[in-house]
């Protein structure tokens, strides 16, 4: 890249779109504090999200879910370490300085930008599949739970006929009984 003399038009011209491009970047990097907190917030979400999952899946007597459960925790495990090791070095963005001395607000400033331009598009990226694995974790729990259903529910026939039975057997004693009595 050649310098900016600012001798001609063309390199004034320059300048000023070099200029406004800063200015853009500062602007869109304002928002770069309340992303990275998004951000964590979601990772947060995601890992007791995962945690209930797996509580789920290892009750379940579905074999073939309870694998399906398992790799997609696994695969949500591996996306959430990458993205942590992704943003290490971003967790000033969550303090909230209230007496900052230039140097300090100049940092802040400077790591603003380099989430802006280094780590927002891996951050959305890593949001967009952790939403996908949300919702197949949302499905995995709707099925794990309509199994657990009709395992309960297999378990409450099952006991409502033995005590139906037991319950015609004294019947029939007490009839018995009753018809010795007599």
């Known amino acids: 890249m050649s310098p900016i003399t600012c001798n001609a038009i063309g390199d004034i011209a320059a300048v000023v779109q070099l200029i406004r491009g800063i200015v853009v970047a500062l602007n869109d990097a304002h928002g770069a504090v309340e992303e990275y907190k998004q951000f964590i917030h979601v990772l947060k979400a995601l890992g007791t999200v995962l945690g209930e999952v797996y509580d789920l899946a290892k009750a379940s007597q579905n074999e073939s879910l309870c694998q399906a459960v398992l790799e997609e925790v696994q695969r949500c495990c591996m996306d959430i370490n990458n993205a942590h090791n992704s943003i290490a070095n971003f967790e000033k963005l969550e303090e909230t300085p209230t007496r900052a001395t230039r140097g300090v607000r100049a940092g802040l400033v400077l790591t603003k930008l ?52 037991k319950s015609r057997a004294l019947r029939q004693s007490a009839e018995e009984i009753k018809a010795v009595a007599l």
Do not use: P
């Open 114 to 165: 380099r989430w802006h331009f280094m780590k927002a598009s891996d951050a959305a990226r890593y949001a967009k599949r952790f939403s996908e694995s949300h919702h197949r974790l949302n499905s995995y729990i709707g099925l794990l739970n309509h199994h657990s259903m009709s395992q309960l529910l297999g378990e409450h026939h099952y006991h409502a006929l033995q005590v139906t039975e």
